[in-house]
């Protein structure tokens, strides 16, 4: 069942959000014609990224340095996460107004405690059309061989794990703490025999660091039914160091494959996706490539992001979000919420990795961390 009803015109109702979002968002109805909600780009909603935690038990150098991310580094207290039942009644909302993928992140999501009661809650969500949400998860894989049954078990189908090299030495300097790549494998391995289907790799590329990584990479999962997507390192946050040296054009890393095992493209699945798809031409499988900063695809980008406190993100590069936390817990209704979604929802104009050059110096001093609202 629909959290709100469809077909009709929600119904204006006085509001306790802080004022400038009232300002912002009050007076705007939601019409079954209208579904999905397109943003001032016309690009629908379909996508939500809840973050469920912004703890994480690695430091990887590209997303939460260990020099910045420390042991005083104050992560959000308990009680200012949303609660299972809370995240499960804004993701409601969201399927009631288009959205038909639910990726849970971090953070590192397999950190929050019994997660799979969460995912079961969510696995039972049919989007506007009838099916089933498309639910995954991306995870850096270290706790997935004690909870990858359990999570296939409440309803999750898909599976995806960071993983940035084969190597020992190379794997856990990216990671920042250590941790062994084999760990990781044994974790993919769970994923595989728990019946995940497909189960994804993803493998950011830093020049100079982990570069030497991408055909082990690609080597080790061809012909397993893993596919790998290569991310090029992002300028996200501000505490990763980013400069476009670092950065290992998708072009790039598809040269290196493709003179060992050529490859054939077969484009994107759907426009929305991140990654462009190669497959082998032996047959033996295919990767993918996502190419944020060389190729940049905003302007087919359906996400919003939930972080782990309750604050909508419109944009991976945003400064700030809107906060959907408060007026759950004082009490407002789904309408209410639908609305503040909505009116978000009609406003984004968001197209940070596009504009990137220009943009740079503007919000280099205000981005919030990937670590906060998920990849
Ligand atoms: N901890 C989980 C993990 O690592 O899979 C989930 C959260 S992590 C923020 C989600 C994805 O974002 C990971 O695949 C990670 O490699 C990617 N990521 C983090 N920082 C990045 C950056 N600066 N550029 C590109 N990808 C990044
Ligand atoms: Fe943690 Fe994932 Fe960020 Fe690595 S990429 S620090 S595993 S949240
Ligand atoms: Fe979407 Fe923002 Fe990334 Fe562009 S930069 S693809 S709008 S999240």
Redesign the pocket.
């Given at each position: 069942m629909k959290a709100f009803a469809l077909g009709r015109v929600i119904p204006l109702v006085e509001v306790s959000v802080a004022d400038s979002a009232k300002q912002s968002f009050q007076g705007h109805d939601v019409t079954t014609s209208e579904l999905p909600l397109r943003d001032a780009c016309s690009r629908p909603l379909r996508d939500l990224r809840i973050?469920v935690t912004d703890r994480?038990n690695?430091r990887?150098i590209?997303?939460m340095p260990k020099e910045v991310f420390g042991k005083d580094y104050a992560f959000l207290p308990r009680h200012e996460l949303l609660s299972f039942e809370e995240i499960e009644r804004v993701a409601r909302v969201f399927v009631g107004l288009g959205v038909e993928k639910i990726r849970l992140?971090?953070?590192?999501?397999l950190l929050r405690k019994d997660l799979e009661h969460l995912v079961a809650r969510l696995a039972t969500l049919r989007t506007l059309r009838d099916a089933d949400v498309d639910l995954t998860l991306?995870?850096?894989?270290s706790l997935l061989s004690r909870e990858a049954q359990a999570l296939r078990n409440a309803g999750m189908k898909r599976i995806?794990?960071?993983l940035?090299a084969i190597d020992e030495t190379v794997f856990q300097r990216m990671n920042g703490v250590g941790f062994s790549a084999l760990v990781v494998q044994q974790g993919i391995d769970a994923a595989l025999r728990a019946g995940f289907a497909p189960v994804k790799v993803?493998?950011?590329v830093k020049r100079g660091v982990n570069d030497s990584q991408i055909l082990p990479i690609a080597t080790h999962f061809r012909g397993t039914g893993v596919e790998v997507r290569f991310?090029?390192?992002?300028?996200?946050?501000t505490s990763?160091g980013?400069n476009t040296e670092s950065v290992v054009p998708s072009s790039e890393i598809v040269r290196i494959i493709d003179a060992r095992f050529p490859l054939i493209p077969t484009g994107r699945h759907k426009p929305s996706d991140t990654s462009v798809r190669l497959r082998y031409a032996d047959g033996l499988g295919s990767i993918g490539v996502?190419s944020?900063v060389s190729q940049p695809f905003c302007g087919d980008c359906t996400r919003l992001r939930l972080s782990a406190d309750g604050q909508l993100f419109t944009c991976l590069f945003a400064s700030h979000g809107l906060d959907i936390r408060m007026p759950m817990r004082t009490g407002d209704s789904d309408d209410v919420l639908c609305r503040l979604v909505a009116g978000l929802w009609r406003q984004r104009a968001d197209r940070y990795s596009e504009q990137r050059g220009q943009m740079n110096a503007v919000c280099s001093s205000q981005k919030v961390e990937?670590?906060f609202i998920?990849?």
């Open positions: 973050s994480c690695f990887c590209y997303c992140t971090g953070g590192e999501p991306t995870t850096n894989g995806t794990v960071s940035d993803n493998m950011v991310i090029e390192f992002m300028d996200v946050g990763n980013w996502i944020s990937m670590s998920g990849g």
